[in-house]
């Protein structure tokens, strides 16, 4: 079995990444951050840079929720990294968020089942951010299982958890949502990418830029 690590600050997010505006992570117009450091390191993971606990901006969950609020969106989408070893942290941030009407999208590389059992062994912290996630989605990135149908996963074992009725429509509703990849570019020229693709399309992507 494996078990969401424990946040040596579960006061602060370890935040890698945020974006105020999308439609690439998730139903309808979202705002979606990213969390540095992973325990789980999928082989072919698409952000193997946001596996080390070192980096990322600390930023107090009261003051990440205001923000996430303040861009006026449908719902905040929780990625990384990986969210459950930073489960206390976050649980506040979903909890202001859900609080201010919006829904929460989390990704998370462990299984639901994983998920489950550490809250049957005391785990408040996983507990807290599953009970203020309305969508989950669970289980670990396998690159021999290249999903091309489901939008917003990158294989196929992975698993739609509705936790709420909070996101409309049934998961196979969700799933008629089609892929975006969606590709930014800064004044100075920095560019950033996010949603999803195999490797083969982002190279391809990226060569015109």
């Given amino acids: 079995m494996s078990e969401p690590a424990r946040s040596a600050s579960p006061d602060l997010v370890r935040m890698a990444r945020f974006l105020a505006s999308t439609r690439a992570e998730g139903p309808g117009e979202r705002t979606a951050v ?5 325990a789980i390191r999928c082989a072919g993971c698409f952000n193997p840079h946001l596996w080390s606990n070192r980096g990322g901006e600390p930023v107090p969950p009261d003051e990440l929720a205001a923000r996430v609020v303040a ?3 449908d719902g905040l989408t929780l990625l990384g990294g990986e969210p459950f070893d930073q489960a206390a942290a976050l ?3 979903a909890a202001g968020v859900r609080a201010a009407g919006r829904s929460v999208m989390t990704f998370t590389g462990y299984r639901s089942d994983e998920l489950t059992r550490a809250v049957d062994t005391g785990r408040d912290d996983v507990a807290a951010l599953l009970a203020a996630t309305d969508l989950l989605v669970a289980g670990p990135f396998i690159a021999d299982r290249i999903d091309r149908a489901r939008p917003w996963v990158g294989s196929t074992n992975q698993e ?8 409309a ?16 570019v800064d004044a100075t020229g920095r560019v950033a990418v996010n949603g999803w693709a195999t ?3 982002l190279d391809h992507l ?4």
Avoid: K, M, N
Wanted: negative net charge; glycine residues 8%; contains cysteine.
């Fill in 34 to 38: 990213w969390v540095q450091g992973c």
């Fill in 169 to 184: 429509g049934s998961v196979e509703e969700l799933w008629a949502d089609p892929d975006r990849l969606e590709v930014h």
């Fill in 160 to 167: 739609f958890v509705l936790l709420t009725d909070r996101i």
């Fill in 71 to 73: 861009a006026g969106t």
């Fill in 199 to 201: 490797p083969d399309a």
């Fill in 91 to 93: 649980a506040r941030v």
């Fill in 206 to 209: 990226l060569a015109s830029l």
